[in-house]
């Protein structure tokens, strides 16, 4: 392998990370003042100066940021990968290399979507248990599902 081939598949690696980091949430100014108020916060808590309230609304927001940011991530994957497979599909069928049983298809998307909602609605759930503060972890989903 020459040196060029090699560099091209290094480039080519990094290229993807790089990609997939684009726009990083830790970035957001939003997201490092909640790190700096968790800081305080656990700090003030050890001190005895304060409730560990402030730390846990502070991670809340945190960590509702960072599930925001992945959904969005997530979400646009899965759009990009939905529309290659779908072209795939109506070019194969275009062609006529194959014979769909369309309802069946539908059935099976329907199935899946409703297996999809109920895992969610449970990945909900669990969340809601875990994060203290459900307002600062709902703040920070939005916030990190906008973010760009």
Do not use: C
């Not at 684009?22 to 050890?46: E, H, N, Q, R, Y």
């Not at 109506?90 to 899946?112: F, N, P, Q, R, Y």
């Amino acid at each position: 392998m020459s040196q060029d081939e090699q560099e091209s598949k290094n480039q080519l690696a990094t290229g993807a990370l790089e990609t997939l980091f684009a726009d990083p949430p830790w970035s957001s100014k939003s997201f490092l003042g909640a790190g700096v108020t968790t800081i305080a916060g656990v700090g003030a808590w050890m001190n005895d100066m304060m409730s560990p309230a402030l730390a846990r609304g502070g991670a809340s927001f945190m960590g509702g940021f960072l599930i925001g940011w992945a959904i969005r991530r997530t979400v646009k994957l899965a759009a990009i990968v939905a529309g290659i497979l779908l072209t795939l599909l109506a070019t194969v069928k275009m062609t006529g290399a194959i014979d769909l049983d369309w309802a069946a298809i539908e059935a099976s998307i329907s199935h899946s979507l409703a297996w999809a909602q109920g895992k969610a609605e449970g990945f909900k759930e669990v969340l809601t248990g875990y994060l203290p503060s459900a307002g600062a972890g709902g703040a920070g989903t939005f916030l990190g599902f906008r973010k760009k």
